[in-house]
């Protein structure tokens, strides 16, 4: 089978997000008057969103009283500093670049709002090259739930057995298999130690992204 795509995970995958979701989740605990939390800390959450960060800076569950109210300052500092610090991870530029001059299609498919999603690869300067950008509230359903995979799919115009998805997390894992996709794992992402990635069920892994260039060719 030859790659004719391949998608992202954004936080941890694509971009090394980690800084700005750290610094947005410390503006949260100085609203309650409490320390800022070290960014290696907080690292390991940033690919769980507002609810993982949440949890790890606060120690609380949706269901918590405060939890809307600490979200929503989280979230709004986040919307005003999205791409402070924020960075593409090692050679992903290279990569992107290699791919491009393949003609291999290549997109985003990420569990972050797409309001989010968008200003931060415009910013990172990526926006209009993706084929597509497929945001955790672009379907009815988010990863793990194959849907946005399907959808994105659908919008490159290719199959899920002609692509690779790249992501750091156990649910892009589920979401790849569900949909019918080899999954490779982001291994230089937010990959903690404590987290069992042989049981992932991945067709491989990468300590960089360009070594992702090996599995074109299944």
């Known amino acids: 089978m030859v790659i004719k795509a391949v998608l992202f995970d954004l936080d941890g995958t694509f971009a090394d997000t980690a800084p700005d979701l750290a610094a947005a989740l410390n503006h949260a605990r100085a609203s309650r008057n409490l320390p800022p939390l070290p960014l290696e800390a907080l690292r390991p959450q940033a690919s769980h969103g507002s609810r993982g960060l949440l949890k790890a800076g606060f120690d609380i569950e949706p269901e918590h009283p405060d939890f809307e109210a600490l979200r929503d300052i989280f979230l709004d500092y986040y919307a005003r500093n999205i ?3 924020s960075r593409l991870f090692g050679d992903t530029a290279k990569l992107i670049d290699e791919l491009e001059q393949r003609s291999i299609k290549w997109g985003i498919v990420t569990n972050k709002p797409h309001r989010f999603t968008l200003p931060l690869m415009q910013a990172l300067g990526y926006a209009d090259r ?15 739930h194959p849907e946005p995979m399907l959808k994105a799919c659908e919008i490159i115009g290719v199959t899920p057995e002609q692509c690779l998805y790249l992501g750091d997390d156990l649910r892009d894992m589920q979401a790849a298999n569900a949909s019918g996709m080899c999954g490779i794992i982001a291994s230089y992402g937010y990959v903690s130690d404590d987290m069992s990635v042989e049981n992932w069920n991945a067709h491989g892994s990468v300590n960089q992204p360009t070594e992702l260039l090996a599995y074109l060719t299944l």
Not at 130 to 144: E, N, Q, V
């Open 83 to 85: 791409c402070v610090h």
């Open 130 to 144: 993706a084929a597509c950008l497929i945001s955790g509230d672009t379907c009815a359903h988010a990863k793990p």
